[in-house]
């Protein structure tokens, strides 16, 4: 069964340009995940889809991050204009549902000079 | 398998001493980058290598291709270099960070 794919793997940027991510989960899993991992610190949970749907954005940056999900299946994330302080790894991962088992995938590494 | 191990983690010097901070990598790489990172977030490109040795100011930095492993080294620190200190590896269509070192200089 193949994983969680993620593109590009990595990504270099000048401040206040934007940047996008790429996530195809695992198929037929309804639950989809957008972490972002500071060097030394746990992954934050960004924002949480079921299917098309938002579950959770509450940690979202929305004055400059978004994300969609619009067929349900792959979900991009945008950074618009991106600062310094998001130079981290964005994991996305999917699950069959809320709650279950989730899968990572490799992450796309941003750094922002 | 693309692997980057910086060391030490966290590292406490007097003012005016020299510092030295390590980086090896797993498998061949194309460049590496040395960042600087300051309380409050901002990243600063200190240097980029893909061999030799590379001098700006008081920092210092090496890269031995051979054994896989770069050095980064700041004479006579200072207080005001106290941040952490990220070494990043470009591999073929891969970036690694280091884990980070956390220099404090105490005057």
């Known amino acids: 069964e193949a994983g969680v794919a993620q593109s590009p793997r990595y990504k270099i940027i000048e401040k206040r340009q934007s940047v996008a991510f790429w996530c195809n989960p695992i198929?037929?899993?309804?639950?989809l995940y957008w972490y972002q991992q500071i060097l030394g610190q746990g992954p934050k949970l960004l924002i949480q889809f079921q299917n098309n749907g938002v579950v959770d954005d509450s940690q979202l940056p929305k004055d400059r991050f978004s994300a969609e999900r619009l067929k349900g299946v792959d979900s991009t994330l945008k950074i618009q204009p991106a600062k310094l302080e998001d130079s981290a790894v964005y994991l996305c991962?999917?699950?069959?549902?809320?709650?279950?088992?989730?899968?990572f995938g490799p992450g796309t590494r941003l750094l922002v000079l | 398998k693309n692997e980057v191990e910086q060391s030490p983690q966290n590292l406490t010097a007097q003012e005016g001493e020299f510092i030295t901070i390590n980086c090896s990598y797993s498998?061949?790489?194309?460049?590496l980058h040395w960042l600087q990172q300051h309380p409050g977030g901002g990243i600063v490109s200190l240097f980029m290598?893909?061999?030799g040795k590379k001098k700006h100011g008081r920092l210092i930095a090496t890269i031995n291709i051979q054994e896989k492993h770069s050095s980064l080294h700041i004479t006579a620190s200072h207080p005001r270099d106290s941040a952490v200190y990220i070494c990043a590896a470009f591999f073929v269509n891969d970036m690694r960070f280091g884990a980070g070192t956390r220099l404090t200089v105490k005057p």
């Open positions: 198929s037929g899993h309804a639950t």
């Open positions: 991962a999917s699950s069959a549902g809320g709650g279950e088992t989730q899968y």
């Open positions: 290598l893909s061999s």
């Open positions: 498998v061949g790489i194309s460049a």
